[in-house]
Nanobody, 124 residues
């Protein structure tokens, strides 16, 4: 069993930055691939970024490439999402998720555990 707790969300002006953190409890954090997803009001939850078990491989949704960076610290059981050059369209609840196995995917159904989400609001 893995429990995930996100933090770091908030209100920021367009062009600003935020760093989200996701702390995991439980064993064998390094055996899970991790992902960040987001859900805006009235929309489906969508993929943002994922990272493999070692942190050596990452993937991003096209609209966040070059602006967001996913990373992990297995010693601290934590995954991060550094967000820069934020836009109003980045406004959403951001969720981290854990997937048993070494590699992440783009699909919500592939992930086994989810956090409760953290709100990110970008004002224009």
């Amino acid at each position: 069993q893995v429990q995930l707790v996100e933090s770091g969300g908030g209100l920021v002006q367009a062009g600003g930055s935020l760093r989200l953190s996701c702390a995991a409890s439980g064993r064998m954090f390094s055996s899970y691939a991790m992902g960040w997803f987001r859900q805006a009001p009235g929309k489906e939850r969508e993929f943002v970024a994922n990272i493999n078990w070692s942190g050596g491989r990452t993937y991003y949704e096209d609209s966040v490439k070059g602006r967001f960076t996913i990373s992990r610290d297995n010693a601290k059981n934590t995954v991060y999402l550094q967000m820069s050059s934020l836009k109003p369209e980045d406004t959403a609840v951001y969720y981290c998720a854990a997937r048993r196995g070494y590699s992440g995917t783009y699909y919500t159904s592939d992930y086994d555990y989810w956090g409760q989400g953290t709100q990110v609001t970008v004002s224009s």
